[in-house]
């Protein structure tokens, strides 16, 4: 292994940046007072109730939508299933933010639709609410679950079936006794990182007007100038977070690996003519809904306007795509060096683990800490250092997805070949770059475009952290949404939508390629 030592020097300055940032985020969280009396017990109650409402009743509801459909399209033959089986995956592209200010756009009393509907005496209910908003974030979300219980179901053999049969059980016995409950772990999985994501959420709640702790944490900031209770807030929030992780390792603790279990791949079924077009009708409908209907209304608004290549948005279009490149470079290099780290040094172990957890912390909690920790120690805003602060956030936020990858990659090398590599003299950069790297590259490339696209989407983080006059496509979101401007938010929502989709199919095609 001393071919990968020089890793743990390449990855310390991360390391010991992380943990300086816990341990004074913890610290100014927990044992410094608020500054004014900005969080009241009430305010507090309130924020706490709507945070927990709204992310438990959102990853709820995406669970009704995700494993029906996975279910649908694992083991049902209908028209256009092949199809729905990727398209119903899209809607991942779209920030919750976007879905929020197109459908209050839509619902709102002077839309069209509700004008035309009140000719026939029809009001359209409102979705200012924990409900509405709950069902608009599920329309972002649900692909979080339907993704992982669809790879659970693929992993199922026949034989499963099989067994089930020989019990006397129907194939709809078989789903509700066999199925769901050994699809827990995948559907706890998901649901936590759609509480971790609805959590994380500033842009479409405050569109919808539903204070939640991001809000709190945002209005103490700008609003008060309350640095310390920001930091007391997210501080709080943290806490909920970790009850919501270890809820979810209890889960995946008690998963059933069946895969290894099964070999042989489990046969569709064909559904008759009117059972078949049913599943055709609701897969399109959902489609419909969440990306279609969505995506006509932004280009109707874009063209309405100044269209898609005004100067702005191509300004905007490259702060977002720099800020993209830099916190995905930095992510993807720091998450070799520690999964290299991780494979050769015991020591730190644990550490490494901790700190690549971060996918799980809102942005809003990490902006907050690093804004008010180097303050406190500085005495001067890390804003001033430009996107550096920015970066570390984003890179601090999302390390995790991208460790992942590329730990799962190393795990595949043969332990008789790297003794054999580790027999030679030490030569570091050739091990990795003909040893290691090869094993790691599809992982690498995989984790480069998913921070890309998260830290394009990422707001709440980019709107406290970023330099002043440094604007990005969501940023100029929230700007224009803030103030009701939909149709001024539309352009930029575009750009960035097709931004991700881009990247949402380049990631569907590598993972295609991996599996061949």
Not at 94 to 105: E, K, L, M
Request: charged fraction near 10%.
């Amino acid at each position: 292994m001393h071919n990968l030592k020089i890793w743990k020097y390449v990855g310390m300055p991360w390391i010991v940046a992380s943990l300086i940032f816990f341990v004074s985020f913890f610290y100014l969280s927990f044992f410094k007072g608020v500054d004014i009396e900005y969080i009241t017990n009430e305010y507090l109650f309130d924020l706490i109730k709507n945070t927990f409402i709204l992310s438990f009743l959102t990853a709820i509801i995406s669970a009704f939508i995700a494993v029906p459909l996975a279910l649908l399209i694992t083991f049902y033959n209908f028209p256009g299933n092949k199809f729905f089986s990727w398209s119903l995956s899209l809607s991942i592209a779209f920030p919750a933010y976007v879905y929020a200010f197109i459908y209050v756009g839509i619902f709102e009393y002077a839309s069209p639709i509700s004008t035309f509907l009140r000719d026939f005496n029809i009001s359209l209910p409102s979705i200012k609410n924990l409900l509405g908003a709950s069902i608009i974030m599920s329309m972002a979300l649900f692909p979080y679950i339907y993704l992982l219980v669809k790879v659970q179901l693929s992993s199922m053999g026949i034989n499963l079936f099989k067994a089930s049969k020989t019990l006397g059980k129907n194939n709809i016995e078989t789903i509700f006794k066999v199925i769901i409950p050994s699809l827990w772990p995948a559907i706890v999985g998901g649901m936590s990182l759609v509480i971790f994501e609805t959590v994380a959420d500033f842009g479409g709640v405050s569109t919808l007007r539903i204070e939640t702790f991001t809000v709190g944490i945002y209005n103490a900031w700008f609003g008060y100038q309350s640095y310390y209770s920001a930091a007391k807030l997210a501080g709080y929030l943290f806490v909920f977070v970790v009850a919501v992780i270890l809820i979810s390792k209890y889960y995946d603790n008690k998963q059933i690996n069946l895969a290894s279990r099964t070999s042989e791949i489990f046969e569709k079924t064909n559904l008759n003519t009117v059972k078949a077009y049913l599943a055709s009708t609701i897969c399109t409908l959902i489609f419909l809904v969440v990306f279609v209907a969505p995506l006509i209304q932004l280009f109707i608004w874009s063209f309405s306007k100044n269209g898609l290549f005004s100067t702005e948005n191509i300004y905007l279009f490259f702060n977002s795509l720099v800020l993209g490149i830099s916190a995905s470079l930095v992510t993807v290099f720091f998450a070799i060096s520690l999964a290299l780290t991780y494979r050769s040094s015991k020591s730190i172990k644990n550490i490494i683990s901790v700190i690549t957890s971060g996918y799980a912390i809102p942005g809003s909690v990490i902006s907050a800490g690093l804004l008010v920790s180097f303050g406190y120690f500085f005495n001067i805003s890390i804003t001033t250092y430009g996107i550096f602060g920015l970066v570390f956030c984003l890179s601090l936020r999302f390390m995790t997805p991208a460790y992942n990858y590329l730990s799962a990659s190393l795990a595949n090398i043969q332990n008789t070949s790297e003794k054999a590599l580790s027999t030679m003299p030490a030569k570091p950069l050739r091990a990795f770059s003909e040893f290691y790297f090869p094993h790691m590259k599809s992982a690498a490339l995989l984790g480069l475009m998913i921070v890309f696209i998260e830290s394009i989407k990422e707001q709440p983080a980019t709107l406290l952290l970023r330099p002043v006059g440094f604007d990005t496509l969501s940023t100029k979101i929230y700007n224009f949404t803030s103030e009701g401007e939909w149709i001024m938010a539309a352009s930029p929502s575009l750009i960035l939508i097709f931004l991700s989709l881009i990247f949402v199919y380049m990631i569907n095609q590598n993972i295609d390629k991996n599996k061949s």
